[in-house]
């Protein structure tokens, strides 16, 4: 069964950081791009960031001004999301995500595009 699943969420105060992780369990990611995403209650889903296959060449959305960060461990099949500085508006429940294609150099925010998905942590940033 190809299972992704997300911990490290939890509740942290704003200016905090929090690192999530998105391990893949029934198969290896190395062939995969990888994404994070984010919904916060009442909006839609959008696309944090994301990580391509080869390269580890990354695109993270504009309006984080560079307070997050994507990474992977082939060797340990996991994606993380170092989130630095968070805000009041960071709340939200976040998906990591992953769609085969080897070789490439780059990735998308296009969640259609996406195969798999985990099920999804929630991050809480209150005072």
């Known amino acids: 069964q190809l299972q992704l699943v997300e911990s490290g969420g939890g509740l942290v105060q704003p200016g905090g950081s929090l690192r999530l992780s998105c391990a893949a369990s029934?198969?290896?990611?190395?062939?995969?791009?990888l994404g994070w995403f984010r919904q916060a209650p009442g909006k839609e889903r959008e696309g944090v960031a994301c990580?391509?296959?080869?390269?580890?060449?990354?695109l993270h959305a504009v309006s984080l001004k560079g307070r997050f960060a994507i990474s992977r461990d082939n060797a340990k099949n996991t994606v993380y999301l170092q989130m630095n500085s968070l805000e009041i508006e960071d709340t939200a429940v976040y998906y990591c995500?992953?769609?085969?294609?080897?070789?490439?150099?780059?990735?998308?925010?296009?969640?259609?595009?996406?195969?798999?998905w985990g099920q999804g942590t929630q991050v809480t940033v209150s005072s």
């Open positions: 995500a992953a769609y085969m294609e080897p070789s490439t150099y780059v990735c998308t925010h296009d969640e259609s595009e996406y195969e798999y």
């Open positions: 029934g198969f290896t990611l190395v062939h995969y791009v």
């Open positions: 990580i391509s296959s080869a390269g580890g060449r990354t």
